[in-house]
């Protein structure tokens, strides 16, 4: 199996910066593309940031030039630089495996890790 473990969250105030990060242990045979979403209490958990492999990234537009999303294949690793920090974003983190392989065959295991609480006060 695999496990996402998230980390780097905590309380900052507005206009601070957090650096989360995500580790993936278990059957992990290489990972093409994973994601970081977010979820704000009462509301859907939404896309804040995908990459591939080949460093294509996207962002949702509220984040767009104040977070970066990074990979770090040979760790297995995914990280969000959040700088410029608002309350608005303010929400649990999850660390989303979006296409990770666990053989060479192309079998697939998608999950989320346990998330980060990001807190930013005005």
């Known amino acids: 199996q695999v496990q996402l473990v998230e980390s780097g969250g905590g309380l900052v105030q507005a206009g601070g910066s957090l650096r989360l990060s995500c580790v993936a242990s278990?059957?992990?045979?290489?990972?093409?593309?994973m994601a970081w979403y977010r979820q704000a209490p009462g509301k859907q958990r939404e896309l804040v940031a995908h990459i591939t492999s080949g460093g294509v990234t996207n962002y949702t537009d509220s984040v767009k030039g104040r977070f970066t999303i990074s990979m770090y294949n040979a760790k297995n690793s995914v990280y969000l630089q959040m700088n410029s920090l608002k309350p608005e974003d303010t929400a649990v983190y999850y660390c989303n495996a979006d296409r990770l392989l666990i053989d060479s065959y192309g079998s697939t295991w998608w999950g989320w890790g346990q998330g980060t609480q990001v807190t930013v006060s005005s």
């Open positions: 278990g059957s992990v045979f290489s990972i093409e593309s």
